[in-house]
């Protein structure tokens, strides 16, 4: 099918975007609205090696996607010869049932709307950009790719949390995990990278990805396929995010309501909303905390030593699951830009086999080491045990391979 895609990933605080080139699979244009919601909403629009950035009045998701549309208009590639042929859609959560790529009709978007209590930072956002780009779009199918498919397939035991399983199944209360679409690029990117393809060679591969961004998860996967992933029912468990408390004691939720008199919603707000990074040192940005590290903020060292001691946890039980791990991949914003962070993940990890070096962690990404934009970057030394990366995410590129699939 040859044409265009056009791919919008919502965040909970942005919009990515990609017009790709469904036969070449070329980025034709790419761009992120960040900071969506803030007043310091900015928008940069990438056409091959020219960057234009600009301001946005961009108070939710709706007017981001129209600066979006705005910005094709003005600097181009003009969207109505781009010979668009699909519209993709990240959706974070599809529930039980949603979990191959769909055509979006009304009664599809009435679910994800449904589906919102489980991800309350997300669905919203991702049916908002739907909604106003099926408006704005109207004349090409709009496709929506779930998140959660990568998970469906966990083993009953990881998927399956300790309460009655005939509950469980009524309600459909499971691990779902979420990421999905970063997991599973970053682990086959990781698997051909190591392993040239070699069916052999992948089948025993113990990969540990951790994406971080303003939302944070780790999996492990074996041969291609997860064994665990750190999201559960919804977006919240598992990792310190940007905005949210990630692993908490469930009886902190009845101890508010009974003790201190907090309504649920009120207790749903504050463990989505303002916890994580947020709640620790006010600011979910950790470009900002970092900076404040470096001026000596007890405040912003505390709430960095939280987010790395949860992630430190969670690598080495997962390695223990996979009874050892081969490789370590950082993925997404904080991923792919922290290298100080890296290396404190990685500090403590030698008795597993995982170090860093400082000259490759601290390297430009991508082209400036010298290798094609995209490619996986090793970061640790040439002899090491357990091989560790930075991966730069595509969940566009697999987003509109998947449109071209359903369209096909």
């Not at 207790?267 to 950790?286: K, M």
């Not at 601290?362 to 996986?376: D, I, K, M």
């Not at 970061?379 to 509109?400: C, F, G």
């Amino acid at each position: 099918m040859s044409g265009s895609a056009l791919v919008f990933n919502a965040g909970s605080s942005s919009i990515k975007y990609e017009l790709i080139d469904t036969t070449s699979h070329g980025v034709l244009a790419s761009g992120l609205c960040e900071r969506v919601g803030r007043p310091d909403t900015v928008l940069h629009h990438h056409v091959g090696d020219e960057r234009f950035d600009r301001p946005v009045a961009a108070d939710g998701h709706t007017a981001a996607v129209q600066a979006v549309l705005d910005a094709f208009a003005e600097h181009g590639p003009d969207l109505a010869s781009a010979g668009i042929v699909g519209v993709g859609h990240r959706v974070v959560m599809g529930g039980p049932d949603l979990y191959a790529p769909v055509v979006v009709t009304d009664d599809v978007l009435a679910a994800i709307d449904a589906l919102a209590p489980l991800a309350p930072l997300h669905n919203p956002a991702n049916a908002a950009a739907i909604r106003v780009a099926r408006k704005l779009l109207i004349d090409v199918p709009h496709v929506a790719v779930f998140d959660t498919a990568f998970f469906h397939d966990l083993p009953t035991a990881a998927a399956r949390y300790a309460i009655s399983p005939a509950f469980a199944a009524e309600h459909a209360i499971r691990r779902y995990g979420f990421h999905g679409i970063s997991h599973e690029y970053v682990s086959r990117t990781v698997t051909r990278h190591l392993t040239g393809d070699d069916a052999v060679a992948a089948r025993g591969l113990r990969q540990i990805v951790l994406h971080l961004g303003n939302g944070a998860s780790a999996s492990a996967v074996v041969g291609g396929r997860p064994l665990e992933t750190s999201m559960g029912l919804t977006p919240l468990e598992g990792l310190v995010m940007g905005t949210r408390s990630g692993d908490i004691d469930p009886a902190v939720a009845f101890y508010l309501h009974r003790e201190v008199g907090m309504e649920i919603d009120a207790i749903d707000h504050l463990l989505n909303y303002d916890s994580g990074l947020v709640g620790l040192a006010g600011t979910n940005d950790v470009r900002d905390i970092q900076a404040r590290i470096t001026d000596g903020d007890p405040v912003a060292r505390a709430a960095m030593d939280i987010y790395v001691h949860r992630l430190v946890k969670y690598i080495g039980a997962y390695a223990a699951v996979m009874g050892g791990v081969d490789a370590l991949s950082f993925t997404a914003g904080v991923g792919e830009n922290d290298a100080d962070l890296r290396a404190e993940v990685c500090a403590p990890l030698g008795f597993l086999g995982i170090e860093i070096d400082p000259a490759r962690n601290a390297a430009p990404a991508g082209a400036g080491r010298g290798l094609p934009a995209g490619s996986p970057q090793v970061i640790s030394p040439p002899a090491a045990e357990v091989t560790v990366l930075v991966v730069a995410t595509r969940e566009e590129q697999s987003i509109a391979r998947q449109v071209v699939a359903v369209l096909s």
